[in-house]
């Protein structure tokens, strides 16, 4: 069973963090992120890992770990090494979480690692990571109610979730004890709000296209999904989002 698998190509937003960073630090942040805007994943972990060598234990540059062991997984189709990089996220993920647990984009990371750990495990783990993704992306917008990136894998998480077929529904309840309630108009309203929050984000509108085409609203979806790709890609996963788009698009 597919479940949630477009969560887990979402980039981690960094937007509005700041670290007090050593001039050699702020030198290797700034490279590491001209590297992130050039979707060169590679080059900007190790970047980072050099600043976290220099400046350990700062949830700032932890959390931008994160983020380039789970975009590395795009650059490979090595299960092995994509479990392996998700398992990286999630550690430096939890790290930076643990020290500042009150900062929504941390919280949220985690659900972003879990959804993304889930895509690649079997199916009980699938579930329960299901749970916690929307744990904590609740919490996340309770710290921070504006934040689109959490409305995005809220939105997400409900139509999705919503959109899982009887049949397996019966059988995720019959042996792993269900799934949280869901529905696609809570998913749509979620994503609206992302999308009102950062109207120039493609992966906004591209899952907002996908939840309202869920929601029986192809019209709306169209326009959505037009949006999305009149939009320059900003990161790694617009570039995965606006694919998804197309081939949803040649498949319709």
Not at 108 to 117: D, G, H, N, Q
Not at 130 to 154: G, T
Not at 196 to 209: C, F, K, R, T, Y
């Amino acid at each position: 069973m597919r479940f949630l698998p477009q969560l887990a190509v979402l980039f981690f937003s960094l937007i509005g963090l700041r670290t007090a960073a050593t001039p050699a630090v702020a030198t290797l942040l700034a490279e590491a992120q001209a590297a992130e805007t050039r979707f060169d994943s590679k080059s900007a972990l190790t970047l980072l890992l050099q600043a976290d060598a220099a400046q350990p234990n700062d949830p700032v540059i932890l959390q931008k770990i994160a983020r380039q062991y789970s975009d590395s997984t795009l650059d490979t189709t090595d299960l092995a090494e994509q479990k392996k990089l998700c398992a990286l996220a999630l550690t430096y993920a939890q790290r930076a979480h643990a020290l500042a647990p009150k900062n929504a984009v941390y919280v949220l990371s985690l659900a972003i690692c879990y959804a993304k750990i889930g895509f690649y495990a079997d199916n009980k783990t699938k579930i329960a990571n299901s749970r916690l993704v929307k744990d904590y992306a609740v919490e996340a917008l309770a710290l921070d109610p504006d934040y689109s990136y959490a409305h995005h894998v809220l939105g997400q998480w409900h139509h999705e979730v919503a959109s899982i077929g009887p049949t397996t529904r019966f059988f995720v309840r019959l042996i792993y004890g269900g799934l949280p309630a869901a529905s696609t108009a809570e998913g749509v309203q979620h994503l609206r709000r992302a999308v009102a929050l950062d109207p120039q984000n493609p992966s906004h509108h591209a899952e907002l296209g996908f939840a309202l085409r869920s929601d029986g609203q192809a019209e709306a979806a169209q326009q959505a999904f037009a949006r999305a790709l009149e939009l320059p890609p900003r990161e790694k996963h617009d570039l995965e989002s606006q694919a998804r788009v197309r081939a949803a698009l040649k498949r319709s």
